[in-house]
């Protein structure tokens, strides 16, 4: 409801709303009921769209005790994320 509200306000169509989400119309509508199926990135967006990315903070906070200067190693066997080894390259 609150995501319908910020389109209101501004005054944009569903049509509108959903050509700046890049998802159709439909999707838009199950977002703003709340319909269980549509994704937590499309909702991202549209917070963002409108303004309201922090209060995903509000929705899923970070647990009290999460360090967050705190680095995360990788294992040196294992290779970063996305980088595609020599082995593989042939196919």
């Known amino acids: ?8 306000h501004r005054g944009w169509t569903i049509a509108e ?3 700046r989400l890049l ?4 999707t838009l509508r199950s ?12 909702l991202a967006h549209a917070l963002w769209l409108f303004g309201e990315i922090d209060s995903l903070d509000a ?3 970070a647990p009290a005790g ?17 980088v595609i ?4 390259r042939e196919f």
Do not use: K, N, Q, Y
């Open 1 to 8: 409801m609150r995501l319908r509200a910020h389109r209101v």
């Open 17 to 19: 709303a959903a050509e």
């Open 23 to 26: 998802c159709s119309p439909t």
């Open 31 to 42: 977002l703003e009921s709340g319909g269980p199926g549509t994704s937590i990135g499309l």
């Open 59 to 61: 929705l899923a906070p």
């Open 66 to 82: 999460l360090a967050a200067g705190r680095r995360v190693r990788r294992s040196a066997a294992r290779p970063a994320a996305g």
């Open 85 to 88: 080894a020599e082995d593989e």
